[in-house]
């Protein structure tokens, strides 16, 4: 099976391992199953799951960990015309970017030359063919002016995703969606959405281990990302109760739209990812009506 494994909420929740859950997922790669992590967060690279990961004893390489930052990047490496982008978000974003062989410019320095130099936003970014915007904990009004000149000067407009808030240690913050949607008022145009509810990032996660979206179980904490994400493609989804989502957020779903299992811990995980085992993963699938793809 292909296992696409949300991190945050199902691995780990904040600094401390949800227990149990790394060695299950070991168990399901000894045995064959492709894991693939899959998360909204934009502002890490690669190489941070992994060290964070395999630390927990978790199966990972830099390859099947697909950030909605890896997920643009990839995204944007297959468009025709997009070479040059003004990144709006955090380093991890920046440098997964760069990885693709884009032409980075970041928006600290755009708005910097915009702020010293009088130029409006598009000639401060070198006329960007895209902006990318993810979450950034330095946005600045005049990060914003860049962004929106550059939109309305034709830039394609990608997010990472539309997350307005995100949960921290201390407490809910601002997301990715909340800054999004600042660019989205000032320019007046609707991005692509990369990450979850979006289905992009899934099938990109798919795409890397080289196994059919279709034949994807995806494991995750949220309603409104993961499952969501699921539907949107026709994937089982197996949701966990160790993070964002409660027994009676699920119970309040209509059937059609209910997870095929819901698991309170690892053993439940691991219960539930045998019963699918056997059967055509397929069979179990929410099915949904057809999704249009977004348009650029």
């Known amino acids: 099976m292909l296992l696409l494994v949300d991190l945050d909420g199902v691995v780990y929740r904040g600094a401390a391992p949800v227990p149990g859950v790394a060695d299950v997922l070991a168990a399901c790669a000894a045995v064959g199953d492709s894991v693939v992590y899959v998360t909204n967060n934009s502002m890490h690279y690669r190489a941070d799951y992994v060290t964070r990961l395999s630390a927990m004893g978790a199966p990972v390489t830099p390859d099947r960990v697909v950030s909605s930052a890896r997920a643009t990047a990839l995204y944007?490496?297959?468009?025709?015309?997009?070479?040059?982008?003004?990144?709006?978000?955090?380093?991890?974003?920046?440098?997964?970017?760069?990885?693709v062989g884009l032409d980075v410019v970041t928006a600290a320095h755009a708005a910097s030359l915009h702020a010293r130099e009088g130029l409006n936003g598009w000639d401060a970014a070198g006329a960007p063919d895209a902006v990318v915007v993810g979450l950034?904990?330095?946005?600045?009004?005049?990060k914003l002016t860049v962004a929106v000149d550059c939109v309305r000067h034709g830039a394609r407009f990608i997010a990472t995703n539309r997350d307005p808030v995100y949960p921290t240690e201390r407490g809910t913050r601002p997301g990715a969606g909340s800054i999004v949607a600042a660019?989205?008022?000032?320019?007046?145009?609707?991005?692509?959405?990369?990450?979850?509810?979006?289905?992009?990032?899934?099938?990109?996660?798919?795409?890397?281990?080289?196994?059919?979206?279709?034949?994807?179980?995806?494991?995750?904490?949220?309603?409104?990302?993961?499952?969501?994400a699921a539907v949107a493609i026709g994937i089982p989804c197996i949701i966990m109760l160790t993070g964002v989502s409660s027994r009676?957020?699920?119970?309040?779903?209509?059937?059609?739209?209910?997870?095929?299992?819901?698991?309170?811990?690892?053993a439940a995980l691991a219960a539930a990812l045998e019963?699918?085992?056997?059967?055509?993963?397929?069979?179990?699938?929410?099915?949904?009506?057809?999704?249009?793809?977004?348009?650029?």
Request: charged share 25%; glycine share 10%.
């Open 248 to 266: 009676a957020d699920v119970d309040a779903l209509p059937a059609e739209r209910r997870p095929v299992a819901v698991a309170v811990d690892a």
């Open 136 to 142: 950034d904990p330095q946005f600045t009004y005049q």
């Open 275 to 296: 019963t699918l085992r056997p059967a055509a993963i397929r069979s179990a699938a929410i099915r949904p009506a057809p999704i249009r793809p977004p348009a650029v």
């Open 183 to 228: 660019v989205e008022a000032g320019a007046e145009i609707v991005p692509v959405s990369i990450g979850k509810p979006a289905p992009l990032l899934l099938e990109m996660a798919a795409r890397a281990a080289g196994i059919p979206v279709g034949d994807a179980v995806m494991i995750g904490d949220g309603i409104a990302t993961d499952l969501a």
């Open 76 to 99: 944007l490496a297959g468009l025709d015309g997009v070479r040059r982008v003004l990144v709006v978000g955090a380093g991890g974003l920046e440098r997964e970017c760069r990885d």
